[in-house]
């Protein structure tokens, strides 16, 4: 590799590096550590490599003076073929040993990729819903990918341009000392003058560079969003193109420039690396020459030493540039380890329990619960704000009470927003109480184990989430187990057969994201589906026939009967055939329970349920 590409490879991971200047942190230091320390055995080969790496590339100057010596000095030719023999295989050796070197840098980088994204993700997935309500997809998304990216490429780095150059520099530096300490000391002069504007110059460049990314990222999101299918819509119909258009080419004209910006100071910084180099090799031809005319020094010690000069700038400048390599390695490491230190508000305990067999009553003990604040569950850098809200959310569940017994059904109505779906959330423990207790079968659930919840509890909520995946796979989650007979009865059940086998696929098809768009009221039934298959235990229903037509939801409600035979369930409902089915109706309100008993002893009350009736369920309900 030339001195020029080497050199120009490392100023621009030095532009590329987020330029930090933090102390180091001995915390981040030992977990970068505990990272690395899988890969013992592979990083003491790497620096080994190194070692013999820097040991060739001190040869062959050498040897190349000795064949000066032999043709000044007028030996056979055997010797000058033997020594050039011996530079060819030196180059073969160093060939062999490059590829290798790149390989072992490769397999350990990837190495702790795969070790920190595993870290990541599994962690992640541990998060409570309350984090991925607030985080910004992208932003995590992009946590798993660049930061793990960077951290890899920053350490494969480090380990390479800091090692490998400084045994390159020592050896250097020693053999051109032993050949003439005059003229190495003389070329060290020169240094500075090379590397003070390369560092300054990579400041700048640097600069340029996170400019330049910026911009490219507005222009980049400008597009996603109005290239979205709903953004081109808002667009069409409300849009000014001419105006869109403008905007768009003074944001791409500032790419342009600072894109010619960037080019030129490259170029200049380039020439001048030329040109000190060059002086410095002219240095040394003059006062080698000289040295050797007077016959103090052999004019192969001056080839020698010329050739070892252009391999002298090269690890000089990495090691210029590596403490900014090393911060960026740092500071990737550390985003990383942010998300692995945030706190998963809600984990299964060590010596959790199973679900007791057999029915199981349900029951909240005054109960009070507030959605936790931002600070508590999140990060700043993920939700792409400063400073995350501190303030926890307004109490929105004041002392909740009431038990289905083993088999009942708890039907729970109210307004909107009266914290109905709330208490449903803190059954599959989507979210903890502050107070009180939640119990399955005479347990707090949080004393149960995670697997045994969610073997236990079943839950249809109002708008099913179906994975871009076959309707096959998103009905086996409920069963892995399941049979293709089974899934179509559960499917003839949700009155959904009808809807799969006219599917291109049938049960292979691909559903959801952006695979084959099924209607709000089929995906409803999908997830009822999933909720018949998997026959949990204790069944929760929020408003699981909402987009449903009256037909369909007749249809359903015959299989949703069914599916609560016999089962412990908690219904959400806003229509009224389900609610008077109920064993016991709760009337929910600000967070309260303010009325609770039967239909009919509702009814003949008079009070909130009674006007609920008469207002919110009559219009659907009378056929
Ligand atoms: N994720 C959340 N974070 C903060 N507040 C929430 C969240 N979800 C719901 N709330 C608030 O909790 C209250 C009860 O909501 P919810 O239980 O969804 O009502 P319902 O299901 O009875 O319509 C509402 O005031 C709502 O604004
Ligand atoms: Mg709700």
Known sequence: MSMETTAWMQLHSVMTAQQERRPFDRATLRRIAAFARPHRAGIIRFVLLGVVTALLAVATPVL????????????????VVRLSLLIALVAVVEAALGVLGRRLSATLGEGLILDLRTAVFDHVQRMPVAFFTRTRTGALVSRLNN???????????????????????????????????????????????????????????????????????DMGTRMT?????????????FGRPEEESAEFTARAARVRDIGVRTATAQSVFMTALTLVSSLALALVYGLGGWFALRGTLAAGAVVSLALLLTRLYAPLTALA???????????????????????????????????????????????????PAADQVSLASLEE??????????EVLHGISFRAEPGQTVALVGSSGAGKSTIAQLLPRLYDVDEGAVRIGGVDVRDLTAGSLRATLGMVTQDGHLFHDTVRANLLLARPAATDEELWEALGRARLDEVVRSLPDGLDTVVGERGYRL????????????????????????????????????????????????RTAVVIAHRLSTVRAADQ??????????????????????????????TQFTAVATP
């Open 321 to 371: 540039g590596a403490r900014v390599e090393v911060m960026s390695a740092l500071v990737s490491f550390e985003r990383v380890f942010e998300v692995l230190d945030l706190l998963p508000l809600i984990e299964e305990k060590p010596d959790a329990r199973e679900v007791p067999e057999g029915p199981v009553a349900v029951e909240f003990e005054d109960v009070r619960f507030a959605y």
């Open 64 to 79: 190349a003076g000795h064949v000066v010596d032999a043709i000044v000095s007028g030996h056979d030719t055997g010797t």
């Open 519 to 566: 209607s709000g009221g089929e995906r409803q039934r999908m997830t009822i589906a999933r909720l018949l298959l998997a026959r949990q235990r204790v069944v929760i229903l929020d408003e699981a026939t909402a987009h449903l037509d009256n037909t369909s939801e007749a249809a359903v409600q015959e299989a949703l009967a069914e599916a609560l035979e016999g």
């Open 147 to 217: 930061d793990v990216i960077g951290a890899q490429r920053a350490f494969a780095g480090t380990l390479s341009g800091v090692v490998s150059n400084l045994v390159t520099l020592v050896l250097t530096l020693a053999v051109m000392l032993t050949l003439s300490w005059q003229i190495t000391l003389l070329a060290l002069v020169l240094l500075p003058v090379f590397v003070v504007p390369a560092r300054r110059m990579g400041g700048r460049m640097a600069r340029m560079q996170r400019e330049a990314a910026a911009l490219n990222a």
């Open 585 to 614: 109706i709760l009337v929910v309100e600000a967070g309260q329970i303010v009325e609770h008993g039967t239909h009919e002893e509702l009814l003949a009350a008079d009070g909130r349920y009674a006007e609920l009736h008469r």
């Open 225 to 237: 969003e109005r290239f979205s299918a709903p953004g081109a819509t808002l667009i069409k119909l």
């Open 385 to 394: 704000v400063a400073v995350l809200d501190s303030r926890g959310g307004a």
